[in-house]
């Protein structure tokens, strides 16, 4: 059986900072935000805590899948900011939800987390241990972001997408692809109690070669050309290494979904919240093939190739 998204949701707290607004406290401004990475504006949760962006946008998911939370077997939410390290987001969010049925954890797995945990979810399905899956990625990086280093606080943003994800025959997931190297995981860091310390041209050295490499990878074991994939949704994290993925690849620039300009990078939310989104302009009709792809800390990167 194949792990098939059934319903999306998101939430993005209202309040932003534009580029100018960033340029109040850090010596940066528009154009060079806008030229290098793509980015206007972030939304800042205020009010809004993981949790809470988490349960609102696992409330739009469900009833867009028109489930209730105790069809739920299994809550994953995928957080590198979660309110509490004990308990765990996933148990947060049943609390609210009122999901009696479902086992829950987190899943750490930074940018690449909606990967890492589409890949969990799929794993259950075909084992046929779990049949009603939520994926949650929610994340507060604003909260962790070092303020006053320009070469990262410009990037991040606060937001969260889920799906839900349910046994198909026909169609789903069609292939994954994970990978790590730990051994540079140096270049994107952030103890328990710090900010985000990050080398920005590792990084983006490290996303402009493996991003194409893996997509590659999971187009070969699904025997899909680069043209059969309809759509690539990746990580949003500059709009230059989406660019450089879509000239390695030779694929056109319109096949790849973007919405960083609005939100920046949210990490583990950035694809979900893109699904999301992707789904209520009416752009995923049934059969469409999705290439999603992840990359960030740990190192980490991975891709999945689905059929909506
Ligand atoms: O989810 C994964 C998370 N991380 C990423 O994906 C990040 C990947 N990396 C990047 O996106 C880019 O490396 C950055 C956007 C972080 C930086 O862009 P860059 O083109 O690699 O810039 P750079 O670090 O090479 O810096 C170029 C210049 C430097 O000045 P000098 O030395 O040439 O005088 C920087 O000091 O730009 C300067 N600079 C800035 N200027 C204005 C760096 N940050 C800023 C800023 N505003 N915010």
Request: proline share 2%; glycine share 8%.
């Amino acid at each position: 059986m194949r792990g098939r998204i059934c319903g999306t949701g998101s939430y993005i707290p209202e309040h932003y900072y534009d580029n100018n607004d960033l340029a109040k406290f850090v010596e940066t401004n528009d154009e060079w935000i806008r030229e290098r990475t793509g980015i206007v504006r972030r939304h800042i949760a205020e009010e809004d805590t993981t949790v809470s962006m988490a349960i609102k946008a696992a409330k739009n998911a469900l009833t867009d899948a028109k489930l209730n939370a105790d069809d739920l077997d299994l809550i994953l939410v995928s957080t590198i900011t979660p309110n509490t390290v004990i308990p765990s987001t996933a148990c947060e969010v049943q609390k609210e939800l009122g999901a009696v049925n479902a086992t829950c954890f987190d899943i750490s797995a930074a940018c690449s987390g909606f990967v890492y945990a589409y890949n969990t979810a799929q794993a259950y399905i075909a084992a046929g241990m779990y049949q009603n899956i939520l994926v949650i990625g929610s994340e507060t990086l604003s909260g962790i972001v070092n303020w006053k280093d320009r070469g990262s606080c410009i990037l991040f943003g606060d937001g969260a997408g889920a799906v839900v994800i349910a046994p198909d025959d026909k169609y789903g997931i069609e292939a994954l692809s994970l990978h790590n190297d730990g051994n540079a995981g140096d270049a994107l860091s952030c103890s328990t109690s710090g900010h985000i310390a990050m080398n920005g041209q590792e990084v983006f050295r490290f996303a402009v070669r493996r991003v194409p490499e893996v997509i590659e990878e999971v187009l070969g074991k699904c025997g899909w050309s680069k043209e059969d994939a309809d759509l690539y949704v990746l990580h949003q994290a500059n709009i230059r290494i989406i660019q450089s993925a879509a000239r390695r690849l030779d694929i056109d620039i319109d096949r790849f979904a973007v919405n960083l300009d609005e939100y920046g990078n949210t990490s583990a939310a950035s694809i979900p919240l893109l699904l999301a989104q992707l789904d209520d302009e009416g752009r995923l009709e049934q059969g469409k093939r999705i290439v999603c792809s992840g990359f960030g800390a740990g190192l980490s990167w991975g891709a999945a190739a689905l059929t909506w």
